[in-house]
């Protein structure tokens, strides 16, 4: 091995790096705008909850399911 061969190891590690790294942000990226809203029942469950505890009076989470 001679010192030209670790030229050539080096530019393909930084580029191999780099292109590996745009393509793990795509992936990041694109998984990070897919999350999808808390199912209906999840919300009534947390408002059922917040009742429960007397954090919202029962008009406001007869209004609140209503908005659902």
Do not use: C, Y
């Not at 992936?27 to 999350?35: E, I």
């Amino acid at each position: 091995m001679n010192a030209d061969d670790f030229g050539l190891w080096a530019m393909l590690a930084f580029w191999g790096s780099a292109i590996g790294g745009i393509f793990l942000a795509i992936q990041w990226a694109s998984k990070k705008g897919k999350k999808s809203p808390a199912p209906r029942d999840v919300m009534i469950k947390s408002l059922d909850k917040r009742l429960a505890e007397g954090e919202i009076t029962a008009e406001e989470h007869q209004r609140r399911i209503n908005e659902l």
